[in-house]
Nanobody, 122 residues
Framework: QVQLVESGGGSVQPGGSLRLSCVAS????????IGWFRQAPGKEREGVSC????????YYVESVKGRFTMSRDNAKNTVYLQMNSLNPEDTAVYYC???????????????RGQGTQVTVSS
């Protein structure tokens, strides 16, 4: 059974940092494209980052380039999203997703976790 469980969200002030984790079970995460998405109230879902299942290369939406870093720990079957220099526009529910099919990004979102709330406010 494919499961994804996110954690690490919280409330921070502008300029702060958070590290999100996404623990996978039921499949071997490193073989597939895994994406981080976010959705803010009243806004469409946005793909934030994706890591390739072939070479581990990470891709980012323009608005987070240079601030967010996605990584993968194969031994822990976990992906991370290190978020630095957070600003209020980053406020959203963040979740990880995959389709356990595509190796290359952008991948799919047939399976997703419950999400973790990130709030950036002064």
């Amino acid at each position: 059974q494919v499961q994804l469980v996110e954690s690490g969200g919280g409330s921070v002030q502008p300029g702060g940092s958070l590290r999100l984790s996404c623990v996978a079970s039921g499949f071997t995460l490193r073989y597939y494209a895994i994406g981080w998405f976010r959705q803010a109230p009243g806004k469409e879902r946005e793909g934030v980052s994706c890591i390739s299942g072939s070479d581990g290369r990470a891709y980012y939406v323009e608005s987070v380039k240079g601030r967010f870093t996605m990584s993968r720990d194969n031994a822990k079957n976990t992906v991370y999203l290190q978020m630095n220099s957070l600003n209020p526009e980053d406020t959203a529910v963040y979740y990880c997703a995959t389709d356990v099919l595509n190796v290359e990004c952008p991948g799919g979102d047939d399976y997703r976790g419950q999400g973790t709330q990130v709030t950036v406010s002064s």
